[in-house]
């Protein structure tokens, strides 16, 4: 296989994990469900470009730029939205995203539906593995803090945690947050990888995609969205060999595993250090009690 094809498929991966380490954060640690995440994503691709071929910043500049602007802009999302309880919420972010991407058809300013061309190539395997690295680094510091302790709690029972004194409001306003900038800034990796933005490619399939890689991977579990960004992202290529039906293949597949495995890849568990150390000691033990069963030992200590 040509090793820039394969490179393209990491790139890919990568930027799709920026997106969903943010979703895991809102929709695995906090329990909120957002089929609006495409919308973060076109607004932060579209200030990311704009900051670096109209303004000349820096291109990890520039995709700050986009993080941050896409957060900012969540702010009044999550104010406006984030005390709706259960379905409502979902709806309202998908409406959101929808609204964001309506708006982009119709601002010329960005080329309006027909798209905005000649964005400078600036995204590389290496700077796409170093951002993926430091976002997941942050993200499980967070998460193993006391404010990510406190979105769980929210997650769990947000009745309980406004009982012992959490502020419920604030740790989704901050998750919503987090969760945006890491969106942005996916999709600043996108337009400077691609070249060319168009408001179709951040609908709501977008989201919907982003959304099964969140549950794919395993709820509360960054392990899993690594996981299951990688996993998914080259699925379908790898079946790229049924040519039309690979995607019926790959949707046939993604349905399979939650059915057979709903808690999804990692089941809110963690891939540690300290668990792989456990279990190579595991396997090491195992193999030397067989081969002491196997030369006689085990019966003389008996």
Same mark, same amino acid.
């Given at each position: ?13 990568? @930027? ?42 820096? !291109? ?49 300013? !960005? ?78 990796? @996108? ?12 609908? @709501? ?50 349905? !399979?595993? @939650? ?44």
């Amino acid at each position: 296989m040509n090793w820039f094809y394969i490179k393209g498929i990491l790139m890919l991966a990568g @930027m799709n994990l920026m997106a969903v380490l943010g979703l895991s954060l809102l929709t695995g640690f906090t329990g909120l469900f957002s089929f609006g995440h495409a919308g973060f994503m076109a607004l932060g691709a579209y200030a990311a470009a704009w900051a670096g071929v109209r303004m000349g910043l820096p !291109f990890l500049v520039a995709l700050l730029v986009g993080g941050l602007f896409a957060g900012l802009v969540s702010l009044p999302i999550g104010r406006l939205t984030l005390n709706l309880k259960g379905d409502y919420f979902c709806i309202a972010t998908l409406g959101f995203g929808e609204a964001i991407r309506l708006i982009l058809d119709n601002v010329q300013t !960005f080329g309006g539906a027909r798209g905005w061309p000649g964005i400078p190539i600036r995204t590389e395997l290496w700077n796409v593995a170093l951002i993926c690295v430091a976002a997941t680094l942050f993200m499980v510091r967070l998460v193993n803090s006391r404010h990510g302790r406190n979105m769980i709690a929210v997650r769990e029972e947000e009745l309980a945690a406004k009982t012992v004194g959490i502020d419920t409001f604030k740790y989704k306003m901050l998750s919503l947050f987090v969760s945006a900038v890491y969106a942005g800034i996916a999709g600043g990796m @996108m337009g400077y990888y691609t070249g060319f933005l168009q408001p179709k490619m951040f609908g @709501m399939a977008r989201s919907t995609e982003l959304t099964i890689i969140v549950i794919f991977g395993g709820i509360g579990s960054v392990s899993g969205s690594v996981l299951g960004s990688v996993l998914l992202t080259a699925l379908p290529e790898i079946l790229r060999t049924f040519a039309i039906w690979r995607l019926v293949v790959y949707g046939a597949a993604v349905i !399979f595993i @939650m059915i057979s495995r709903p808690e999804g890849l990692m089941g809110g568990r963690e891939i540690t250090l300290e668990a792989i150390r456990r279990l190579v000691r595991g396997r090491r033990a195992e193999a030397e009690a067989g081969a002491g069963a196997g030369t006689g030992v085990g019966e003389v200590r008996r």
